[in-house]
Every structure is written in structure tokens, then in C-alpha cells.
């Protein structure tokens, strides 16, 4: 595996600065990150290098969430722009329940969240970006691809769930199932990217989850159909807001991978909200 010049220069100072050794890397579908497993000497453990590439709230949403569901931050650099993390063994990933046990994966993300969300937003979290800023993407997106019926919709819904008045937390903003792994007996969230907003926008990343595996089943619109159901009556949630909030998600999503010029799950994206908008 090829490594460019400049990663392997800040793998070579990071694991000298934090005493790494035996260092492997990670297969990874993510272009945002490099990822390495590594043993630390200083922790006497197995533990993982991430090297961000790109700019994101991650380190700073580690820190507030501490530990509590979601992966520990041992150490960050900043200037390097590198996080040490624990270890998470097996590892593996929610998607393993889907299909046959989507009841347990819901109550698994449904306990996760709660865990996540016991704190309070404080000043520390006055610098994350908000869901409505995420939003003026959609609201001020020109697509060449979306159905602009699709788009319409989307963008006057997110303007009617905006002007509710709702608790504000500090979110995990990409709680799907690949960021949920098991972690001993218990499961934990990785990869956060830390946005502030209403709990019920948390649970929509996992209403359309997992990708591409939700579509192909048979019986999708009674899965999407379940899954609102118990999320409400788990938290309280009114159902058509749950609905709402997952069509204007997964078309956000869809403006993201139009502006990016990738085609990696777009058509997934349509169709999906094309389903969820005749539940």
C-alpha cells in the first residue's frame, strides 16, 4: 500500500511524540481519514491512529462526549491534526443484526443515544456548526440531479421543522450502523461529527441504514415503518416529524454527494426518499 509523502511523515512524528509502535493500517472506505492500529507504549495497549485529512468538529465532539457511548480520545494534536483513540475490540459493526435482528440494532442506537445525550450543551459547544446551517445547503441548492419535486419538498419541510421550538443537543450527527460497534459486552458510537440539534434528527442517519442493505428487502416500507414506530414511542417522538426529518436528511444527503461530484449511493439517496415519502 502506497503511502503519500506527507502522511508518512506525520505517522513517523506522531509515533515518536506518542511512543507508537507495530503500526498497521486500516481497510477503510473513507477518503476523509487515515487510520492505523498501532500499540502504545505509553498506554500499554492496542489503540488507534487516525490522521484527519480533512476539517471536522470530530476531536472537539470527542471531548464533550467523553467517553459516555461514544469512543475515547486518549490524545489529539492539533497541529498535526492526529487522534489517539482506544482500541474497540471485536469491533464489530451493528450492520451484523440487519435484517434479521433490526428490533435489537434499534434498541442497541436507542440506548446509544441516550448515553450520548446526557449532558447539557455548554459555551464549549458554541463554536460546532448547527443543523440549520447544514441546511442552508438544501434550502439554497441548485441540482441538476434531484427531482425537483424532491427537492421542493425537502426544502419546505426543513424550513416547517426548524421553526419548532425543541431542546437543542449536541448530536452525534452520523449515528448509522457501520458507526455503531461492539466494544466487549456493551456497543459504542465512533466517528462523530458533532452538530447541534433536535434528538429527533439523530435518529433519521439510522432510519435509512444500512446502505445499500435496506433497499433491497422486500418488506422495506414496513421495516421504515417499525423503526418510527418504536423510535417514537421510545422517546416521544411524533411520528410524522421522524418521517419528515428523515426525507429532508436523506435528501441533504443527496445535495452533499451531488456538490462533491460522487456518485457513491445518489441513486440510494432518490430512492429511498422517494419511499419514505409515500409511508
Excluded at 77 to 91: M, S
Excluded at 199 to 220: A, D, H, K, T, W
Excluded at 249 to 268: I, K, M
Amino acid at each position: 500500500m502506497n503511502i503519500p509523502l506527507s502522511i508518512q511523515n506525520t505517522i513517523n512524528a506522531i509515533s515518536h511524540q506518542w511512543s507508537l509502535k507495530n503500526l498497521r493500517p486500516f481497510l477503510s472506505g473513507s477518503t476523509n481519514n487515515y487510520v492505523v492500529q498501532a500499540y502504545s507504549e505509553i498506554y500499554k495497549n492496542d489503540v488507534v491512529l487516525k490522521i484527519l485529512l480533512v476539517n471536522t468538529h470530530e476531536p472537539e465532539a470527542l471531548m464533550f462526549f467523553d467517553g459516555n457511548g461514544c469512543v475515547k480520545l486518549m490524545e489529539y494534536d492539533p497541529t498535526l491534526k492526529c487522534l489517539l483513540l482506544e482500541y474497540v475490540k471485536p469491533g464489530t459493526s451493528l450492520k451484523t443484526l440487519f435484517p434479521q435482528d433490526d428490533d435489537k440494532a434499534l434498541e442497541i442506537a436507542a440506548d446509544l443515544i441516550k448515553k450520548l445525550h446526557t449532558k447539557d450543551l455548554l459555551t464549549q459547544a458554541i463554536n460546532f456548526k448547527t443543523v440549520n446551517q447544514w441546511l442552508d445547503l438544501l434550502h439554497n441548492f441548485k441540482s441538476k440531479k434531484i427531482p425537483s419535486d424532491i427537492l421542493k419538498k425537502a426544502q419546505q419541510l426543513s424550513k416547517k421543522l426548524l421553526i419548532l421550538k425543541q431542546k437543542l443537543y449536541l448530536l452525534h450527527g452520523d449515528l448509522h450502523h457501520e458507526n455503531i460497534l461492539k466494544d466487549g459486552n456493551t456497543w459504542i458510537a465512533i466517528d462523530p461529527k458533532g452538530v447541534i440539534g433536535p434528538l429527533e434528527y439523530e435518529v433519521g442517519r439510522f432510519i435509512m441504514n444500512p446502505i445499500p442493505n435496506l433497499l433491497q428487502q422486500s418488506n422495506v416500507k414496513v421495516i421504515i415503518e417499525n423503526r418510527i414506530d418504536k423510535f417514537s414511542k421510545i422517546f416521544g417522538f411524533d411520528k410524522q416529524r421522524l418521517v419528515d426529518w428523515a426525507f429532508v436528511q436523506v435528501v441533504l444527503s443527496a445535495c452533499w454527494t451531488e456538490e462533491n461530484g460522487s456518485e457513491d449511493f445518489f441513486n440510494y439517496f432518490i430512492k429511498f426518499a422517494e419511499t419514505i415519502e409515500n409511508l
